[in-house]
Structure formats: C-alpha cells, structure tokens
C-alpha cells in the first residue's frame, strides 16, 4: 500500500487522539519520547436502527475489537523489555475495555515481531497476497454504486446516516424527494446526547404496520422512537443500549395502525 502524497499526518493523528476509543501509549526516555504505540477500539455490533440493513450486508457475529494503528520504537532502544512495556499497556486497556478479539496486520518480513507476538498467545490467522497494477489514464469505471454515493457525506450534519431501503439499499427519500438522514441526538445546546459507553444516539425510524413503509408526518419530516428517561431523567438503557418509547396502536376495521392524536401527532408509550 502507498503513502498519498503530502499527507498531513498532525492533521490524521489529532483526529485519531480526538476519537473518544483511540489510544496512544508513549515510551520516555530521560524525559524524551522514545517510542508509542497507538491502538483504537471498537464494538463491531451495528447500532439498533440499521441493524436490520447489517444483516444483508455482513454474515459474520460481531466482535468487540481491539486494533493497532501503528507502533514505532527508536532503533536505540529496541529492546525486548521496551517493546513488551508498550504491549502489555495495550493489551491491559484492552482488557479493561473487555474485547472479545485483537487484531494485528503485520508485514510479512519483520519476523521479529512475529515471534513476539506468538509468544504472546497470538496465532496465524490468514496470510494476505498483493499484487499491484499500475493503471494508465483517467478514464476509470466508476466502482462506487450511484445509490451508494446518495448521501454518504452530509457535511451540514456530522454523524448523520443516510436511511436506506433493507431490500435494495437504495437511498430512502421523502416527499420533496431529499435524502432522508438519521440524526444522532443533541441537548438543547447542540451537544452529542451519548449512553453510559460513550456512544451516540440514533433514533429508531417508525414503520406503517400495513405497508412496512417508513412513516413521515404531515410536516414531512421522518416519524422516530423517543428515546426512553427513567425517573431521574437519565435515559434508559439494557445492558449499555439505550430503550425507546414505542409506537401505540389502533385497530380499525380489523387492522392494526399507528394511534395519533387530534392533531395528527404520532403517539408513543412511555
């Protein structure tokens, strides 16, 4: 894999720090930085409002991951004592964090780390074959799928996650014929409302009971679960996922439908 050129790699390592599962542990030396080791951690289990759209797309249980984003060590003190201090700081956040998986990609001639790592308990799990093409031109076939490219980036809204049919994955558009985005949810102050793992928020889209269509109001705007509160305030969560109010129902004419008020408001249970 190449470098791109004139990366800004502050710019890309501030980023990663600033990520709130990102770690950075640093080798001193007579007060000087000798050496780091940089992971980040993550839960591979989708959250509640897209796992549905998960299940189409990835075959495999998820896993709560730890990962190495790079080590470095200067050649002076490439030591076994040194390298092992880095590692075992890594792996001890790792078990505090409880991962269930460790995943390491190392190049196939530094056998030294090989070795170390297997004295570590970790063990082969595939070997990764590369042969690169050097293309000439401009004129690429475009791999990304027009309806993949709908809405990947809503710059205006950070963190946004574009609403997609299950079946096709095409992107889900209101009346108006815009892109419809999940948002996560911010206080009054526009501050991220995050769990008890430090995780934003998605509410969870409401479907017609008939149809199974996604449900917009009369504003045109996307109906959505409220997030549950507890007598304190607090939002309520089962084992660190935060709980939603859900839809309230009506029969009419032997068929089940969403309750609404005189006002046209959908109505939840609390």
């Not at 449900?215 to 709980?243: H, M, R, W």
Request: proline share 7%.
């Amino acid at each position: 894999m190449r470098v791109k050129a004139k990366f800004d790699y502050k710019r890309y390592i501030t980023n990663q720090i600033n990520k709130p599962f990102s770690f950075c542990f640093l080798l001193e030396y007579a007060g000087k930085i000798v050496g780091f080791l940089f992971i980040y951690i993550y839960d591979e289990t989708p959250p509640p409002q897209i796992s549905e759209l998960e299940l189409l797309e990835n075959p495999f249980a998820p896993r709560r991951v730890g990962a190495v984003l790079g080590m470095y060590i200067e050649e002076v003190h490439r030591k076994h004592s040194t390298i092992t201090l880095l590692i075992d700081a890594a792996i001890s956040k790792s078990t505090q964090l409880k991962v269930t998986d460790i995943d390491l990609l190392i190049s196939i001639e530094q056998t030294g780390i090989h070795a170390l790592v297997e004295r570590y308990g970790f063990t082969k799990a595939a070997i990764q074959y590369t042969k690169h093409y050097d293309i000439e031109g401009t004129d690429l076939p475009d791999l990304h799928p027009s309806h993949l490219n709908a809405g990947a980036n809503n710059i205006s809204h950070p963190g946004a996650i574009p609403l997609k049919d299950p079946q096709t994955q095409a992107p889900v558009r209101n009346a108006q014929g815009e892109d419809v985005y999940l948002y996560p949810l911010r206080d009054e102050s526009g501050v991220l409302i995050k769990t008890s793992r430090e995780m934003p928020i998605y509410p969870i889209p409401v479907r017609d009971p008939q149809s199974q269509e996604w449900v917009f109001a009369n504003s045109g705007e996307l109906v959505v679960c409220p997030v549950a509160y507890d007598e304190d305030g607090k939002i309520k969560e089962l084992d660190g996922t935060p709980q939603f109010c859900t839809p309230t129902y009506d029969y009419v004419n032997g068929k089940l439908i969403l309750k609404q008020d005189d006002f046209g408001n959908y109505l939840f249970s609390t």
